[in-house]
């Protein structure tokens, strides 16, 4: 397993939607564990394939219960939204407030290329649609108002030299 290099935002592969994965194969099983990896190194609780520069549907989430290794996830119910605070990886010294769905029922398929259905809450919740916001191409600043952007301009022009 190795540790990948995480883009920073102004990176253009975390403003593309990803592509989905016909079939999970030992490449897929490999990348999601030096996602994995990556994301306990950089003490994240969750990490996208494109944010490591994939070009594939996958994301890894352990908010502290255990590691998801999830294949083309979708939510296909979700409800209860509530306000709460959001970083991410590739947006580092950055948090943000975000009103998201606090219970969510994700299809996916797993590491083994089977498809699970899981119903999550909380932080767990949080964390799954924001990796799945990646995934799409949307990242954290496009959830967020003209206020609070204004705010984190500098600092996202600082992000964006790098």
Known sequence: ?????????????????????????DKEKKELEDMAKTMY????????ANQVGIDKQLIVVDVGNGLFKLV???VVKAQCKKMGE???LSFPGITVKIKRPEEIVV?????????????????????IQHE???????????????LQKT???KKLKELKKK
């Not at 299809?107 to 964390?127: F, P, S, Y």
């Not at 799945?132 to 003209?146: A, E, K, P, Y």
Request: proline share 1%; charged share 25%; with cysteine.
């Open 72 to 74: 083309n996830p979708k």
């Open 1 to 25: 397993m190795s540790i990948m290099k995480i883009r920073i935002y102004g990176d253009s592969i975390l403003r593309k939607k990803a592509k989905l994965v016909e079939v999970v194969g």
């Open 107 to 127: 299809e996916a398929l797993n590491q083994d290329g089977i498809k699970v259905k899981i119903e999550v809450e909380g932080l767990l919740a949080r964390a």
């Open 151 to 153: 705010l984190l301009a």
């Open 86 to 88: 959001e970083g991410c």
């Open 41 to 48: 190194s950089a003490k994240g609780v969750g990490l996208a």
């Open 132 to 146: 799945i916001d990646h995934l799409m191409g949307v990242v954290i600043i496009d959830r967020i108002g003209v």
